[in-house]
């Protein structure tokens, strides 16, 4: 006769081992081992041109004695703190349909229309503030008074934004 069936010396066996996993877990560790692991994403700087507004100066009247005045604006975002200019490249004049003529006009970074848009990259950079949106405002004049033909004039230049 057995003194324990088969049966319960597994589990009396089994309790053994899992009284004995947990004595030893109570075993402390003195010791430990590190290295320092660096991370690193380098953010680099970069613009992008999300939308231009048109400079469209509507019509033009040379026998009057009167600038034809417009405003247009170029929007775009830089990465927080790149240095960024812009200019707008280009002849500034408008040509028409018989290119007989030439119609003068000029662009201005400021309303009262005094310093004259860049149309390279010669002026100076500015600095981003944040990771928004910039507007930069274009001011264009046609000078009252040109000796132009009946025609439409027109001309296509090319917004920049460099950094």
């Not at 081992?17 to 430990?32: C, D, E, H, K, N």
């Not at 119609?103 to 390279?120: C, K, M």
């Not at 507007?135 to 009252?144: F, N």
Request: aromatic share 10%; with cysteine.
């Amino acid at each position: 006769m057995r003194l324990f069936p088969l049966g319960k010396r597994f589990i009396i066996f089994a309790a053994l081992i899992a009284f004995g996993t947990l004595a030893m877990s109570g075993v402390s560790m003195g010791a430990t081992a590190g290295i320092n692991i660096n991370f690193s994403a380098p953010v680099i700087p970069t613009c992008e041109i999300t939308s231009i507004t048109d400079v469209a100066f509507g019509d033009y009247d040379p026998l009057s004695g009167t600038n034809l005045d417009a405003v247009g604006k170029m929007t775009f975002k830089c990465v927080k703190n790149t240095s960024y200019k812009t200019y707008l490249v280009g002849t500034r004049h408008m040509v028409g349909a018989v290119e007989a003529d030439n119609l003068n006009f000029e662009l201005y970074s400021d309303d009262v229309r005094t310093t004259v848009y860049p149309s390279d990259n010669s002026g100076g950079s500015t600095l981003s503030f944040n990771n928004g949106l910039i507007t930069s405002m274009i001011y264009g004049r046609v000078p009252a008074l040109q000796d132009v033909s009946v025609d439409t004039y027109s001309r296509v230049l090319t917004a920049t934004v460099e950094y």
